[in-house]
């Protein structure tokens, strides 16, 4: 098996981040500040230990032929320790140890020079002593290592004591301040797995964002709003497939289990033929719409078409229906060469419930006429019959409602989808539809974007 040391969690990364990053920043700081304060330690026994052997150098005098040299204060240790030496010979030496005592000797040697002697924890200088500009004697004087190493190592340990600390303290902050920014995420996540697919309507950031979690937030909420657009309109399209889809289906099923039950005539078995194809062609229409329908508000279906062309196609595709009432479906002549922005089948689709619609309520006539302005195309479709009623003008765009033209009047139900549909799906293609309430006829008006 094999053990990943990644942390898995973004907060446990950033916190090793940040604590690697610190710890080695403090690491390089405790280092650096230690070899600074050993540089200037040594700095500072070597100038003792100089200036000292100076002093005592400068003491030396010459009396009746010798040299003598005045009796220095005893402060104790290695700070009052000195070698006098007169040509080569060792005059006055204090009471140390046989190596330093050695090393004293060689340094005489080389006036001037600073001394390392380790095993002795100590440091020597050699200076000579002049009388009348003539090197009379040599002195060495000694200094004590001890008191600077110890304050060497207080300081190593209270610089590696107090970087400990500052990271102790910087991994609690840090985690505490990584708890408090990524609280949000974790809470959007836990809400996110509890949802369903029935919470359409839940978000995560309901006021506006104010900083980057928030933004996040407000992005997911519109991916979220495209998502429950999406499942909206496929729940809808499953409810108008089935909904639209029974009625024509049992229609055909029962003309079958009729026309199986028991022997026909020829014309018999010819008119439940005839009305199976009929309910086919309306299950044909009905699938071909819904289809358009939720490819529109996909915004999968874009394009251009010729107004013209596609007023001709819809009174063609409806004239045998309004023929069999006695109606005309009559169409203006298209002015401008202007195009809509539209699929042409999109905008047949649009038209033709309205064109139907038309032809049911009409006594005589119905009139297509397209016309642009103000960079979009309007399609009028007019009839003679009783209009639709001021209160009405919104209401009959619902589902399953007729409007009061309908009193009394023996209405086939078409296609089965209607008014609602028709504005639906032309609001699908950034226009919509209207209808103009007037006296003498029903007029509806649809807009749709020029190409």
Known sequence: MIFSLRPRSVRARLLLTVVGSVGGALVLMTVGFNLLLWQDLSADASALVRSRAAAEADAVVVEHGRIVRPQAPDIGGMESESWLIVAGRVVERPIVSAALDRAASEAAATPGVIVEVPSQKARL?????????????????????????????????????????????????????LAAALRPVAEMTVAADAWSTKDLDRRFAPGDPHDELGQLAATLDRLLDRIA????????????????????????????ELALRREREPSAYREALGTIARNAEVLTRTVDILVAASRQESGLARGSADPAAVLEEVAEACAEAAEARGVRIMVNPYPTGVRIGVDGDVAARILQPLVENASR???????????????????????????????????IFEAG???????????SAGAGLGLALARRLARAAAGDVEADARDGGGRFIVRLPAG
Do not use: N
């Open 229 to 256: 657009g999406s499942l909206r309109r496929e729940q809808r399209f499953s409810a108008e497939l089935s909904h639209e889809l029974r009625t024509p289906l049992a229609k055909i099923r029962t003309e079958a």
């Open 125 to 177: 200088c050699a200076v000579p002593a002049v009388e009348d500009g003539k090197r009379v004697a040599v002195v060495v004087a000694g200094v004590s290592m001890e008191p600077f190493e110890a304050t060497r190592r207080i300081a190593l340990i209270g610089s590696v004591a107090l970087a400990a600390a500052v990271l102790v303290v910087v991994t609690l902050v840090t985690r505490w301040v």
């Open 361 to 395: 309520y009409a006594v005589r006539d119905v009139v297509l006429t397209a016309a642009a302005a103000r960079g979009r195309v309007a399609f009028v479709v007019e009839d003679d019959g009783p209009g639709v009623a001021a209160a009405e003008r919104e209401s």
């Open 401 to 411: 409602v007729r409007g009061s033209g309908a009193a009394g009047r023996t209405v």
